[in-house]
């Protein structure tokens, strides 16, 4: 994260910081992170949470009798409320990166060699990823700890874009936790680490948004946001982020229909009105 750290930290150093403040100084490089952080984070949230919003979201959706009333603006209260506190962990996380703790290093592009290590890197980090946040994903789920880590997010049953990041800030702290656990078992190059960092923010909300579909023959491989609708109306069922492999592992895999308002979201409609709530 030293990357975006060069472009925000001299800027800082002639506005905030004691001239006694060297950059190395590590109170500095912390303060510096938690801002970039926090205002990347918020941006990337709102930013691309709107744009699903208005140009991709099905706002039949909010008809659904499990939608929240003024529900948007309750995710957004939540999200901004554990955003930043969520981001000064991930922070802490970064410094020791750019203090050299982690196995993340620059490049040399004017070498093919290096492209093809940075596409292996790029799918290793993603499967990886992909493996350990299901089995904390489905962790979080366990009765034990649902309710204090988990149950947050799920009071969100018929989602939005802006539910993606919407959850208790323990919860995010655990499930974003492999993406930083990874640079520092594994080589990784540096910017690769940061334009997969933005492209999960991105993919999070993307399978928030309820219109998102990847092509129908991939949906027994790729999650989108169908399976993502299934898992917040029924809570036991698709715990992937990126792909169903774990979920067939798992046996926790549901296939979505095609149309998303005559499936998950009508069957948990007719269980609601019978009585029957998801927990």
């Known amino acids: 994260m030293d990357i975006p ?11 905030v910081y004691p001239t006694s403040w060297p ?17 990347g984070g918020l941006a990337v949230y709102f930013s691309t949470a709107s744009l699903c919003y208005w140009l991709v979201y099905d706002r039949v959706s909010m008809k659904h009798p499990l939608y929240i009333p003024h529900q948007v603006a309750k995710e957004i209260t939540v999200a901004t409320q554990s955003i930043p506190l969520a981001s000064v962990w991930t922070a ?18 004017r070498h093919a060699g290096q492209y093809v290590a940075s596409a292996a890197q ?3 980090y993603i499967f990886f990823t992909d493996m350990t946040i299901y089995w904390l994903h ?7 700890v649902y309710r204090f880590v988990h149950k947050k997010h799920h009071q969100w049953k018929v989602p939005t874009p802006f539910s993606s990041l919407s959850c208790n800030v323990s ?31 991105i993919w999070t909300i993307l399978i928030h948004s309820g219109e998102f579909k990847t092509p129908a023959w ?11 609708d ?19 592992i798992g046996r926790s895999y549901k296939e979505p229909m095609p149309d998303r308002q005559h499936s998950s979201t009508q069957a948990s409609a007719d269980k609601s009105a019978s009585g029957f709530h998801c927990k």
């Open 230 to 248: 299934i898992h917040h109306l029924e809570t036991t069922y698709n715990y992937g982020q990126y792909f169903t492999l774990w979920d067939h």
């Open 122 to 124: 790029a799918i290793g």
């Open 23 to 39: 950059e190395s100084y590590w109170p500095r490089q912390l303060l510096s992170l938690i801002l970039l952080t926090v205002t």
């Open 218 to 228: 991939s949906w027994p491989y790729v999650t989108n946001s169908q399976h993502h």
């Open 171 to 201: 919860e995010g702290i655990i499930l974003s936790s492999p993406y930083h656990v990874f640079p520092f078992l594994f080589p990784l190059e540096k910017h690769v680490y940061l334009i997969m960092f933005v492209i999960i923010n």
């Open 138 to 144: 489905r962790a979080v789920h366990h009765r034990s």
């Open 92 to 109: 802490m996380v970064f410094l020791l990166e750019v203090r050299g703790f982690s196995k993340l290093y620059s490049g040399n592009y």
């Open 5 to 15: 750290l060069s472009y925000v930290d001299p800027v800082l150093s002639r506005a």
